[in-house]
């Protein structure tokens, strides 16, 4: 067994990191079983067991400095632990209930916009720290988060909110709040907070040092006496736990309402668990919508949310916020109630809306024309957006770029948006298609700019045939990729289950989500399939959120080919380390080869 005293000389990479986040993760399904049970004093005796434990701080360092995209990244006292000795260093030194320094703040410019999103950088020892009681206290949060709830949690993506959308406009359409929350990230009442953690003792501390930090701006310091600080690991499950509630708020609420059931006889009112199914609430962080078929209804609910949202001391933002229908409006749906005119909305990227359909409309339980269709599909910003970057990638960073050299710049953009966008209606309207016309246009532009004097001959030789396709944008080496390539109608995409979480033990069922994720490549899924789900390197389990890397086998320096005999796909850690590896044995080989042929 590890202890923090008897391992300080092994080597990091050399732990038994399997063994170590198999003990781990039981700790966390045993929190999540004791929560979900209602047994409070357990659940707290088993976090605290977790935090003190050296394994969990092994783990926490280790998601903290090579897990973590921003590992190299430091805080303010300049320090990152990228050696064995450094985070064995750190390890020892982790210990909940520590004073943290002030964050370092970097302003992230929004793509399309001329505003800056603030990130506060922490030091890794606070990142480190923040990741150990993370995995104490995300399970127990994970067992009370509400169904509805989608946004930075593991397990839960952009595309199970909006099939949640999906499924539940499918039969009806409906009025719509969609709704954003005005700098929800920096304006959480920190008391209303931790209130609602109901810690106390050396965890209330802790969270209450993070909160209460500062930030250090250009060597200028600021308190921070609201909101949670944007770029911490810890961030988005608190700023989680303090919108929980907003779902069974608004349920009971809903309960008191008197509404007409218009299904039945006239002068009948809705019953109550007609009236909770009447409506729903689909939050994704601090975006959200609420739907129902009449608008007074929506109107009310809007009042709660409202007053919901004060109690923490956030509130709407007024220009993200806005009333609409998905079919169509009323000549009462004016600007005064918060309607903006527009037919549908927009969410997560993604259009929403009903069109009237004869021939295609959607069908009822009993198999009865419903008169119009749901139709997901990319937002205009978002295609104006992705064209944009074409534009820009193809004649201003292209300018120089031989053929090849822009395929692999243009591929990743491509299938990037296209495996994000493809999983909805965007095939079936031609939104893909239209994408692949405007990309060839400009690459035919691109080609006449290179050719001599436009002469057609030297323009055509940019285009090739293969297999059964014409005109393929490609060299011997690299094809380009088509945004059609990548459609994957909403309504075949399987939604989490509703009260699932990664935490209640059923790993054949999270095995198979990881492997069927619409943003994975198909090489990336093929793989995971050949390795059943584990890392060729460490033979651990990949996990929802594990930066994963495809890596040859032999270096395609060394004459390793690009087939998937020579590939594996490892943990972005483990990737870092076989490099490492691979560098010095071929260095070795190669010196070798040199005093044999000497």
Same mark, same amino acid.
């Given at each position: 067994?590890?202890?923090?005293?008897?391992?300080?000389?092994?080597?990091?990479?050399?732990?038994?990191?399997?063994?170590?986040?198999?003990?781990?993760?039981?700790?966390?399904?045993?929190?999540?079983?004791?929560?979900?049970?209602?047994?409070?004093?357990?659940?707290?005796?088993?976090?605290?067991?977790?935090?003190?434990?050296?394994?969990?701080?092994?783990?926490?360092?280790?998601?903290?400095?090579?897990?973590?995209?921003? !590992?190299?990244?430091?805080?303010?006292?300049?320090?990152?632990?990228?050696?064995?000795?450094?985070?064995?260093?750190?390890?020892?030194?982790?210990?909940?209930?520590?004073?943290?320094?002030?964050?370092?703040?970097?302003?992230?410019?929004?793509?399309?916009?001329?505003?800056? $999103?603030?990130?506060?950088?922490?030091? *890794?020892?606070?990142?480190?720290?923040?990741?150990?009681?993370?995995?104490?206290?995300?399970?127990?949060?994970?067992?009370?988060?509400?169904?509805?709830?989608?946004?930075?949690?593991?397990?839960?993506?952009?595309?199970?909110? $909006?099939?949640?959308?999906?499924?539940?406009?499918?039969?009806?359409?409906?009025?719509?709040?969609?709704?954003?929350?005005?700098?929800?990230?920096?304006?959480?009442?920190?008391?209303?907070?931790?209130?609602?953690?109901?810690?106390?003792?050396?965890?209330?501390?802790?969270?209450? &040092?993070?909160?209460?930090?500062?930030?250090?701006?250009?060597?200028?310091?600021?308190?921070?006496?609201?909101?949670?600080?944007?770029?911490?690991? *810890?961030?988005?499950?608190?700023?989680? *736990?303090?919108?929980?509630?907003?779902?069974?708020?608004?349920?009971?609420?809903?309960?008191?309402?008197?509404?007409?059931?218009?299904?039945?006889?006239?002068? !009948?009112?809705?019953?109550?668990?007609?009236?909770?199914?009447?409506?729903?609430?689909?939050?994704?962080?601090?975006?959200?919508?609420?739907?129902?078929?009449?608008?007074? #209804?929506?109107?009310?609910?809007?009042?709660?949310?409202?007053?919901?949202?004060? %109690?923490?001391?956030?509130?709407?933002?007024?220009?993200?916020?806005?009333?609409?229908?998905?079919?169509?409006?009323?000549?009462?749906?004016?600007?005064?109630?918060? &309607?903006?005119?527009?037919?549908?909305?927009?969410?997560?990227?993604?259009?929403?809306?009903?069109?009237?359909?004869?021939?295609?409309?959607?069908?009822?339980?009993?198999?009865?024309?419903?008169?119009?269709?749901?139709?997901?599909?990319? %937002?205009?910003?978002?295609?104006?957006?992705?064209?944009?970057?074409?534009?820009?990638?193809?004649?201003?960073?292209?300018?120089?770029? %031989?053929?090849?050299?822009?395929?692999?710049?243009?591929?990743?953009?491509?299938?990037?948006?296209?495996?994000? &966008?493809?999983?909805?209606?965007?095939?079936?309207?031609?939104?893909?298609?239209?994408?692949?016309?405007?990309?060839?246009?400009?690459?035919?532009?691109?080609?006449? !700019?290179?050719?001599?004097?436009?002469?057609?001959?030297?323009?055509?030789?940019?285009?090739?045939?293969?297999?059964?396709?014409?005109?393929?944008?490609?060299?011997?080496?690299? $094809?380009?990729?088509?945004?059609?390539?990548?459609?994957?109608?909403?309504?075949?995409? #399987?939604?989490?289950?509703?009260?699932?979480?990664?935490?209640?033990?059923?790993?054949?069922?999270?095995?198979?989500?990881?492997?069927?994720?619409?943003?994975?490549?198909?090489?990336?899924?093929?793989?995971?399939?050949?390795?059943?789900?584990?890392?060729?390197?460490?033979?651990?389990?990949?996990?929802?959120?594990?930066?994963?890397?495809?890596?040859?086998?032999?270096?395609?320096?060394?004459?390793?080919?690009?087939?998937?005999?020579?590939?594996?796909?490892?943990?972005?850690?483990?990737?870092?380390?076989?490099?490492?590896?691979?560098?010095?044995?071929?260095?070795?080989?190669?010196?070798?080869?040199?005093?044999? %042929?000497?």
């Amino acid at each position: 067994m590890l202890k923090s005293n008897d391992k300080s000389n092994e080597r990091w990479n050399d732990l038994p990191w399997k063994e170590i986040e198999k003990e781990v993760w039981q700790q966390q399904l045993q929190i999540y079983k004791a929560t979900r049970d209602g047994n409070i004093q357990l659940t707290r005796k088993l976090q605290k067991r977790l935090v003190n434990s050296y394994k969990a701080k092994l783990l926490a360092v280790k998601r903290g400095t090579q897990d973590n995209r921003g !590992r190299k990244t430091s805080g303010i006292d300049k320090k990152v632990a990228d050696t064995s000795c450094t985070r064995f260093q750190l390890v020892n030194n982790l210990a909940i209930a520590s004073p943290a320094l002030p964050l370092g703040r970097v302003w992230i410019p929004k793509p399309g916009r001329t505003e800056k $999103t603030p990130l506060g950088i922490p030091t *890794i020892r606070d990142r480190a720290l923040q990741a150990l009681l993370k995995l104490a206290i995300e399970p127990e949060w994970e067992a009370k988060f509400e169904p509805n709830s989608y946004g930075f949690r593991p397990g839960r993506s952009c595309h199970d909110a $909006t099939k949640a959308i999906a499924q539940f406009l499918h039969q009806k359409p409906r009025y719509v709040l969609n709704a954003n929350i005005a700098k929800c990230f920096d304006k959480i009442d920190h008391e209303k907070l931790l209130d609602k953690l109901g810690y106390t003792g050396s965890f209330r501390r802790q969270i209450l &040092f993070w909160l209460k930090s500062g930030v250090l701006d250009k060597n200028v310091f600021s308190e921070t006496d609201a909101g949670t600080p944007q770029g911490d690991e *810890i961030c988005a499950l608190l700023a989680n *736990i303090a919108l929980h509630g907003l779902e069974e708020y608004l349920t009971e609420f809903i309960q008191t309402l008197k509404i007409p059931d218009t299904g039945r006889a006239k002068r !009948r009112w809705m019953e109550k668990s007609r009236k909770i199914s009447s409506f729903g609430i689909i939050r994704y962080a601090d975006n959200f919508v609420v739907l129902h078929e009449q608008k007074w #209804v929506v109107l009310a609910l809007k009042t709660e949310v409202i007053r919901f949202l004060k %109690s923490i001391g956030l509130e709407l933002s007024e220009t993200k916020t806005c009333l609409t229908h998905t079919l169509t409006l009323q000549n009462d749906d004016t600007k005064e109630e918060g &309607f903006d005119g527009n037919i549908g909305f927009d969410f997560l990227g993604f259009t929403f809306r009903h069109f009237h359909s004869k021939y295609c409309s959607a069908f009822d339980s009993k198999g009865r024309s419903l008169g119009h269709k749901l139709l997901i599909y990319p %937002s205009k910003e978002k295609c104006q957006l992705h064209r944009k970057k074409l534009h820009e990638i193809i004649f201003k960073q292209g300018k120089a770029l %031989s053929q090849e050299a822009l395929i692999k710049k243009l591929n990743p953009v491509i299938s990037g948006w296209s495996r994000y &966008f493809g999983v909805s209606d965007a095939n079936s309207m031609h939104i893909l298609s239209k994408m692949d016309q405007v990309l060839f246009l400009q690459l035919q532009r691109w080609a006449y !700019r290179r050719s001599k004097k436009g002469k057609k001959e030297s323009v055509n030789k940019y285009w090739r045939k293969i297999k059964n396709r014409n005109w393929v944008f490609a060299t011997e080496n690299e $094809t380009l990729v088509r945004h059609s390539d990548y459609s994957n109608p909403i309504r075949q995409y #399987v939604k989490v289950k509703s009260d699932s979480s990664p935490f209640n033990g059923e790993t054949i069922y999270w095995k198979k989500r990881l492997r069927t994720n619409p943003l994975l490549s198909i090489r990336v899924s093929k793989l995971l399939s050949l390795q059943q789900g584990k890392c060729k390197f460490c033979n651990a389990t990949f996990k929802d959120g594990d930066i994963m890397e495809v890596d040859h086998i032999i270096p395609t320096a060394h004459g390793g080919k690009d087939y998937y005999n020579n590939l594996q796909l490892l943990h972005g850690h483990c990737h870092d380390t076989k490099t490492a590896q691979d560098r010095v044995k071929y260095s070795q080989t190669l010196l070798r080869e040199s005093k044999i %042929s000497e």
